[in-house]
């Protein structure tokens, strides 16, 4: 006995939405791979539910940019444009930039400097002498800022030793006299 036809549209229940969402996802995507296997076919499939969660299916002979070339050459509609290729480019630029700086701080560590010349040594050899002398100038003035803070520390210490013992000397004056002050 087969199952009786529904009408297509929105169900209004929110948990039988979520269950039937629940299973023809999973039959789709189970019916992705079937055709992909069966026929050989080159398949990507993307789904968004109601929630914003992302649920998909690329063949495993294919990438989805492979998919998304093809359907563009395919289809005439323009998927990536001048805007989207210069930040892939600036994207591309900044990844080389960042291995790039990775590797120059291996050198500066020590590490990996085997394969380095004799030009690539003396320069990396300046740039760590110059950071040498850049980090013990500020480890100077911090010290010179310490020392000046403890000699105004000492000072304002004299200062209020000097007070309290005038004060206490009042207060012993006035307690003689029979007065507090």
Excluded at 39 to 57: N, P, R, T, W
Excluded at 69 to 90: I, M, P, V
Aim: net charge positive; proline share 1%; glycine share 8%.
């Amino acid at each position: 006995m087969g199952r009786g036809k529904i009408e297509i549209k929105r169900i209004e229940n929110s948990s039988n939405r979520q269950v039937t969402y629940s299973k023809r996802k999973n039959g789709i995507l189970k019916k992705a791979r079937e055709i992909s296997v069966l026929c050989d076919a080159q398949v990507s499939l993307i789904l968004f539910g109601a929630s914003g969660k992302m649920h998909e299916y690329i063949s495993p002979s294919t990438t989805l940019i492979d998919i998304l070339d093809r359907y563009q050459r395919a289809s005439g509609k323009t998927l990536w444009d001048a805007k989207h290729e210069n930040l892939s480019n600036e994207i591309d630029r900044i990844k080389k930039e960042n291995d790039s700086m990775q590797i120059d701080l291996r050198h500066l560590k020590g590490e990996d400097i085997t394969s380095l010349n004799y030009k690539e040594l003396m320069a990396l050899e300046e740039s760590l002498e110059n950071g040498l002398t850049g980090v013990r100038d500020k480890k100077m003035e911090v010290h010179r800022m310490f020392k000046r803070n403890g000699k105004i520390l000492e000072d304002e210490n004299k200062e209020l030793n000097f007070l309290l013992q005038q004060h206490m000397a009042l207060e012993g004056v006035g307690n003689m006299h029979g007065q507090w002050i």
